[in-house]
Every structure is written in C-alpha cells, then in structure tokens.
C-alpha cells in the first residue's frame, strides 16, 4: 500500500479554526452563475464587488514606468517610503488626521489588514462586535484568528446603522474591538459625523474596547454625503483606532491587491510581525502605481461617482415599483440592499415555497437567470444584495426579470 493510498484512507482533517468557515456564498453565488453561463444561459451577474470601471491610465502608466526602472525586487516589509508617505498625505488631506510614517501600514489588500489586526491582538474568546449586515468576511476573520463574532443586528428601520444603546449592551469585558464599515458592504449605509458622535461617546465611556474603522468606499457617495471617520471626529480615541483604505474601489484596482491603515505605532508594529511570516511586503509594482493612485489627479473620481448614482437611482426606483420588495436608497459603495419580506409564503410557478430570502435569490437565479445575493450570507434576513456596479442596458434586463419573476409568484 503506497503512502499516499494511506493518507487517502485515513482521511484529511481540517483545523478546527477553519472547521465551521466554508467557501463564501457570493462566491459561490458567482460560480453557479458562471457554469450556467457556460451551459449557455443568459445570466446576469450582479453580485460582483468591484468597480465596471478601468484602473486609471496615470496609474497603469506609473506600474509600466517602475517596470522599466527595475521596481520589481522585495520592498520594505509593510510599505515602500514613497507609498507610506502618500498615504501620511492622504489621509491629511481627505480626512484630517495625522499619521507618521511608522503609524502607517500596508498590505495585500485591505483584507490582510483586517487579518494581520486581528491575529495580532485577539487571544482565543476575545470578542469582536460585529454589527449587521456585515461583509462577510469579517467574522470569519476573526474566528480564525481565535475571536468571537458578537454580531448585532441592525436592520432597515434603523438605516442599517449600530445605535448607541445596542454599542453600550453589547460591550462586555472580554470586548477587544468594534468594527464599524462606512458606507457598507453591503447596505451602502453610510454614518455621517452625527450618526458616529454617540458611538464615539460609548468607546470614551469603555478604554479598553478598540475600534476598527474600514473606510473602503469613502469615495462613493451620493447626494453631497459628508464623509467622515471616526478619529478626526474624536482625536482622543487615535491611540484605539486602525483606519483601513485602499485603492481598490475608488481607483478600480480590486486586482492590484493594496491595502493600508492608518493606527498607533505599537499596534503596526505587531501587525509588520504578522506580515512578516505570512506574505511579506506587497507587489512592488502595485505599490508604485498606487502611489500615483493616491499622489495622482483626483477629478474622474466625481465622475465615477455619478455615473454610479445615477445606476443607484434606476435600481432603487425600478425596485421599489414591485411588488413585494422595498429598497432603501443607500448613501455609498455601489450595492442596494433590499427586503423581500414581501414576497415570502408565496409560491413560484413550479409550486416551491419561498420560505426565505435565499430561496427567493434561488428562484431569480434559476428562473429569471438574475444572479443576487441573498441577506443571510451577510448576516441579515430576510434581504438581497445588487451590485450595480455593471452597465445600465444590464441592470435594466436585470430588472425586467427581477419584476416578471416577482409578478409570477402567487399566493
């Protein structure tokens, strides 16, 4: 018998961090879409979480450039001097605060961020709070790094947004971290300065709760949103705060992999440690273009951005012209997130019971050959994801199933 026969046999035994994490259902979501559009069904796709748009032609222009000039060994561990330093003026500029060099970090993507934070400050128990709907990645994050999700819920009625009161009942002594997203993934749910003031209050009130603040889509708004961040509304909780960006929503560069945060030294320099034995430093490449990114004209960002609220606009309108469905217009990011309360307890033509909202994504999916993301995978039921960050002819066949699917079920 070989040895490989015997492994077989004996069967692989997966860590127990990782025991109740499986593959995230936006993927999955995306990957049966995908196989029926290889079987050659019309399916549209909208769950992607990126931009439609092209990274910049400065940016790509910069990435050729350090390319040609040899940028392409190891960097240092957490930033070259020329990104951290572009960061240090960004977050000046846009947001207010003072970071130095050594209180900057950044990673491959805003994703190891999160992770570097957490494995580097949860021992096993320590809670994060979590409030919902959440991208889905958070809590799995934080589990495998040996913490407990504390996962509040805060629906439509509260504009998806934690209040004070549910901060306060929530924090306990084992509280390690609140993380709070602005605007969200996936609501599009934005606290503008006065939606964070109480919250802040709440953490002066508790010293040894830290926060963690991902801003990712500050430059996604709509309607002259005032975006703001929690330590340039309260400075005297910066020694508690890790301020998480980067260039991959408002630069369209999710493929570039660049992340960055902003937070107290000792605390960067715990997460360099992490780093340091998980991938060391990021591309060097996308650290150039990145800097471009940041140092780089600005103005197409508005453009964007109105190009978004205007695909907003026909989601939420046409959306909340169905039966059954009810959308509130999100302040940011490019998703609305839809209740479909109304449409559970009927029947679809087959005669299947929608008894919950994965059951209606399922229905779209497989009738209307719409692909969407249920609530449930973002922690909030009974909902539904649209990214709209795709064309305006998509989203309006998109919303033409949508509504002939809802007209379909029956009582």
């Given at each position: ?43 549209i ?30 960097t240092?561990?957490?930033?070259t ?22 209180e ?68 306990t ?10 605007p ?82 000792a605390?960067?320099?715990?997460m ?42 026909l ?97």
């Open positions: 018998m070989t040895i490989s026969t015997k492994i077989e046999e004996a069967g692989f035994k997966p860590a127990s961090r990782i025991a109740s994490i499986g593959v995230s259902k936006i993927l999955q979501v995306g990957a049966r879409a995908a196989a029926m559009k290889r079987d050659g069904l019309p399916v796709v909208l769950g992607a979480g990126e931009p439609d748009f092209d990274t910049p032609e400065n940016v790509k222009e910069a990435a050729k450039a350090a390319i040609d000039a040899g940028e392409t060994k190891y240092a561990l957490d930033g001097p020329a990104l951290k330093k572009a960061i240090v003026e960004k977050f000046r500029r846009e947001n207010g605060i003072d970071y130095d060099i050594d900057v970090t950044v990673a491959t993507g805003a994703k190891q961020i999160l992770f570097n934070a957490f494995m580097a400050t949860l021992d096993p128990g320590d809670e994060v709070i979590i409030p919902t709907p959440y991208w889905t990645s958070y809590s799995d994050i934080v589990e495998i790094c040996g913490g407990v999700s504390v996962l509040i819920p805060c629906d439509a009625k509260a504009n998806f947004r934690l209040q004070a009161e549910q901060l306060e009942t929530a924090i002594s084992k509280t390690r971290w609140i993380l709070l997203n602005s969200s993934n996936p609501s599009g749910a934005a606290y503008s300065a006065e939606d964070y003031r109480p919250l802040l209050d709440v953490l002066i009130r508790h010293p040894h709760v830290w926060l963690m603040v991902d801003d990712m889509y500050e430059h996604i708004v709509y309607d002259d949103f005032a975006v703001a961040t929690p330590v340039a509304i309260e400075p005297r909780l910066k020694n508690r705060t890790l301020t998480i960006n980067g260039v991959s929503k408002a630069y369209a560069m999710t493929g570039w992999r660049i992340g960055y945060a902003g937070g107290p030294k605390l960067i320099k715990a360099a440690v992490i780093q340091s034995q998980a991938t060391s430093c990021p591309c060097s490449v996308s650290q150039a273009a990145a800097v471009e990114a940041l140092n780089g004209p600005q103005k197409f960002l508005k453009e964007r951005q109105e190009s978004f609220r205007r695909r907003r606009d989601v939420v309108e046409r959306l909340n012209d169905i039966d059954g469905l009810d959308c509130r217009t999100p302040e940011g990011a490019f998703y609305t997130f839809s209740s479909c309360a109304g449409v559970l307890g009927k029947l679809t033509p087959k005669g299947r019971k929608i008894e919950a909202d994965h059951d209606f994504t399922d229905y779209l999916l497989e009738e209307a050959h719409v692909a969407v993301v249920p609530g449930s995978a973002f922690g909030l039921s009974p909902y539904f994801r649209i990214s709209y960050a795709t064309s305006q002819a998509e989203l309006m066949e998109a919303l033409n199933r949508i509504k002939h699917a809802c007209s379909a079920l029956r009582n």
